[in-house]
């Protein structure tokens, strides 16, 4: 029987909280790990999950992940991903999946270290040559990843225009797992998230955002998802679990984001917290 588990590394926004670090997760299906979106911090929280009890998360294991989109406070713990593990003992190039433009931001990046990988490679440092750098997978919706343990499907959100934003679904033997990824609510995606076991989702203080300044409240209701519309999709998606995550609180507490939800759904909620097991 699988175990399987959703341990969040990062729940912030590129607000620079020191409490949360950049969005990050890892889906664990017994001893491997997934790692979904690389924020700023995503190599450190992934270490402190290993002393946590977590093993999975070791450096040696961080072999796979996935990019929901582009932007900046989602890679900028990209080059960390592919460089840390690798120095610590990663036996294979990090493999990972993302929506059009991934590959030029790999490129770019192994660019922009080769003379680190240089003096590594050819000093007194003992390393393995062979497991430097990223194999990048441009993905679009649809199944993207299947291995003996899990099915991966992406599937496209509401995150701006010019590019192609992406949430995932991890299917294994015990668990269906839905991460929305940055988005406004879509309802063409209620039917595919109806009844999973965990869904991850981005959301911004309904009661906050009232004082936000109008232009701001443009941008947020245009890219993110409020309390309010976050309610109504857990209604007619019903997951087990539903964790909050990309918290926007302005000022609001843990505690009245998930009391905002709570005024209209009945189900299960968690504010995410970093190093938080769901």
């Not at 900046?72 to 036996?91: C, E, N």
């Not at 343990?149 to 294994?172: C, I, M, P, R, S």
């Not at 039917?191 to 991850?200: A, K, M, P, T």
């Amino acid at each position: 029987m699988q175990n399987t588990k959703v341990v969040l590394l990062g729940t912030g926004t590129p607000n620079a909280d020191p409490q949360r670090m950049g969005p990050s997760l890892a889906i664990v299906v017994d001893d491997v790990p997934y790692i979904v979106d690389f924020g700023p911090g995503v190599v450190r929280r992934a270490a402190a999950a290993e002393q946590n009890g977590i093993t999975a998360l070791a450096m040696e294991n961080l072999n796979t992940a996935f990019l929901t989109h582009l932007h900046s406070d989602h890679t900028t713990g990209y080059a960390d991903l592919i460089f840390t593990p690798w120095v610590l003992g990663r036996k294979h190039p990090l493999e990972v999946y993302g929506p059009p433009g991934l590959a030029d931001m790999t490129r770019h990046i192994l660019a922009a270290y080769a003379m680190d990988r240089k003096t590594r490679v050819c000093g007194f440092e003992l390393i393995n040559p062979d497991a430097y750098g990223a194999v990048c997978h441009e993905i679009g919706p649809g199944p993207v990843y299947e291995d003996e343990h899990v099915k991966v499907d992406a599937f496209g959100v509401d995150h701006g225009e010019n590019w192609l934003a992406l949430g995932y679904q991890f299917t294994t033997a015990d668990r269906r797992i839905v991460i929305s990824g940055d988005t406004t609510p879509m309802d063409s995606l209620i039917d595919l998230w109806r009844g999973c076991d965990v869904l991850v989702h981005e959301v911004y203080s309904h009661k906050a955002y009232q004082n936000r300044p109008s232009k701001w409240q443009y941008y947020h209701a245009h890219m993110h998802t409020s309390t309010k519309q976050l309610a109504a999709i857990a209604n007619q998606v019903q997951p087990k679990k539903l964790v909050l995550t990309h918290l926007l609180l302005w000022g609001t507490t843990e505690d009245e984001l998930v009391a905002e939800i709570k005024e209209t759904y009945a189900g299960e909620v968690v504010c995410g917290e970093d190093l938080g097991v769901y």
